[in-house]
């Protein structure tokens, strides 16, 4: 008996948070899209705690997924919506025609991307437009470069991003970028093009681009702009392995946070972390269930349960890191790391000096 009514904030929703904060008048509930966000909330006092609803998510979330959203030894928050961001999607006909499958290695996707190129298309959709793409990316290499501990210093910001395992995984990260004949429309074009377009240009008739980088919602992408099929068209492969990685997920989500005690609030948070909830969602495609009561079978096709199932049961597992950080630096629009980010597919032979602006953002962030 409780009546919602969502607004979007979009990529803007950290700003739309704050200046609601500012004047007084927050929503109730917020889902934000990065925990660094909800610890710099809770470090604040702007929102409440919902140890009430621990219960509900011990029943179907894993210990590292609460944790994601326990500040101080209180719970503030769940991740609802999670997302697999180790999946590369490809045109199933573009890789046939040109005779590649779906790399394991990373050295292998190097040389699956000379060949379609000789094929004539091009190998990479990159939506440079939205810088959280390229820190996907980067991100990705980097658990697989670098591994696990380094990640979560880097993501703490306890090593610098000067440090020489960041600059390695620019390198790797560069032999993507920095080939630019090899992604639709150059540096230049990348640059202009948001999310949704790189995935469309993927299932465009004929393909401007063979494959794009991004994570399990690129399906919702293409069943809702495209009539590409699932298998028949449009298939999808985890992140290659760099050296001797093992199977790595890096995954994000949508945390739900409460700014206003009330039992209709309470209602809906306790409501959306049962897989009744999820398991809606979980059936239109495009979503993947951190709760590990939503029945596989309730996804729609089996490139949907892969992906979700993946999330769920990864053997190393890592959040998002530019969600992990300092809104300022990790998640903002135009500044820190998405501009950054941006700023190096333009130069990809000035790794040097994108580290350290980036070394100066992060400093400046976490003080």
Known sequence: DVTVKYTSGGDQLPTVLSTALAGGNPPDLAALAQPGLLADYAKKGAIKPIDFAKGDLAQGYSPDWIKLGTVDGKLYGFVFKGANKSTVWFNVKAFSDAGVQPPKTWDELLQDAQTLKSSGVDPYSIGGADGWTLTDLFENIYLRQAGPDKYDQLAKHAIPWTDPSVKAAFATMAKIVGDTGDINGGASGALQ????????????????????????????????????????????????????????????????????????????????????????????????SPNRNVPASDYPDDITRATATALANAQTFRFDMSDLQPASFGATVGQGEFKLFQDFLKSPGNIDGILTQLEAAAAKAYK
């Open 193 to 288: 093009t948001d999310f949704p377009t790189s995935v469309t240009n993927v299932y465009s008739s004929p393909p401007k681009a063979a494959m794009v980088f991004e994570g399990d919602f690129v399906a919702g992408v293409i069943t809702s702009s495209t009539k590409a099929k699932p298998k028949t068209d449009f298939d999808v492969f985890d992140f290659p392995a760099i050296g001797s990685s093992g199977p790595s997920v890096v995954g994000g989500g949508d945390t739900v946070v409460m700014f206003k005690d009330s039992p209709a609030a309470e209602a809906l948070v306790r409501y959306l972390a049962s897989p009744e909830a999820a398991s809606i969602w979980a059936k239109l495609g495009g979503f993947s």
